[in-house]
């Protein structure tokens, strides 16, 4: 069963409104506004992209003269990260709220510092000044979603966080601030459909944690949740781990991409030594997104190039070097993500990786990649089992799993998450957005628009 608040055409936003829903995300963000008689409409915040990595890049390369550093925000600012462009890329910003950074300010090159609060802030400003160009008008109100606990098990920085997002909201132009649980906006379409009284895991894969929140929603409970606006007692626990998508993407890179660049591969023999496997750092840095930069660092290809003679198969070494020499590293982590995509949707991929050689390309299948990410897997699966444990709730008692986040689209994840709470229907959010959407819905409730 899958369904979205999006409304089935495109209705303008409400000129009357003046509100935003905002999903101030760790990886992306995305913005809702009230449309037609009940609906929301998710913004455009990049030509023809509903949501934006939360990211900002600083370029170093400013003129002196100008006040302040030049900002790319989303998939400019990644673009100009991967292309080498001189200068800073700050993401998960959200992780800064509830800890002593907020305050403390770090070197953004061309010898300018910024304050990690500003960062928030201007990042914030970009999607207001975004939804007001879409909108027509000035929003002053906002719902923004926060995490059930920006802070694990500390309550006085994680109510900092949250006054720390308040103060930046208001910082760029709000006068009235509310909160909705993401949980509970991912919740809110798949309340809006039903009848009666249901017990949800929210299941919120994304692209570093997976999230999951057991809450009730009914009917009767979004009446009473006019009157009480975050609905911090329906929900019954909340639990997650610090593994998603890039994880995903990381494993897929290694099983399917880089053994055909050395890694795992065995150095020759020498007489009387069994053969050794060669060094794996190297593949590893080029795995992890934000390490690969380091990989091109002079001294580091210096090393890597003196390595030739520790290849048995001297294809390895030299497709190696191209990735370094050409600065591939982001391509090939791009194609390995595709091919997981590409995997959940047809159940395998043809990668390829005609830029390190022509013709060159790699095949992944279904039971390979579930097998690359079976230990993280594993993991998750026992994190939403986890989280009914909490809250006391016999497995067969959860009426509904919706899932929502990036990494809902692979089917292991989702079949072996599901297997757990036999008696539950499996409902489909959006992957990017339900939670923008949910905090839309709030948004009317709320402001009465």
Known sequence: MNHTSAPSAHPSPDPGAGFVAIDFGTSNSAVALPAGARGVKLVELEPGQPTMPTAVFYRADTPPQQLEAER???????????????????????????????????????????????????????????????????LQRVVLGRPVFFVDDDPVRDAQAAQALATAAREVGFTEVHFQFEPIAAALDHESHIDHEQLVLVADIGGGTSDFSLVRVGPERARRGRERAERRDDILASHGVHLAGTDFDRHVELASILPLLGYRALRPARPGEAPRELPSGVYFDLATWHLINTVYAPARVAELRGMKSWYAEA??????????????????????????????????????????????????????????????????????????RMAGVAPEAVDVVYFTGGSTGLRPLVDRIAAGFPAAMRVRGDRFSSVAQGLGLHARAVFGG
């Open 72 to 138: 790319l925000y989303g998939r400019a600012a990644v673009a100009a990260y991967v292309e080498g462009v001189d200068g800073r890329l700050m993401r998960s910003m959200k992780s800064i709220l509830g800890s002593s950074l907020i305050d403390q300010s770090t070197d953004i090159g061309g010898g300018r510092q910024v304050r990690y609060r500003e960062v928030v802030t201007g990042y914030l400003r970009r999607l207001k000044a975004l939804a007001e160009a879409e909108a027509g008008q000035p």
């Open 315 to 388: 294809a390895q070494h030299r497709r190696l070097m191209t990735t370094v020499n050409e600065r591939l590293g982001h391509a090939l982590a791009a194609a390995a993500e595709q091919a997981k995509i590409d995997v959940a949707l047809h159940g395998a991929a043809q990668i390829d990786l005609g830029l390190l050689e022509h013709g060159l390309a790699a095949q992944l299948q279904e039971d390979r990649a579930a097998a690359a990410i079976e230990a993280d897997l594993a993991r998750i699966v026992q994190a939403a089992a986890e989280t009914a």
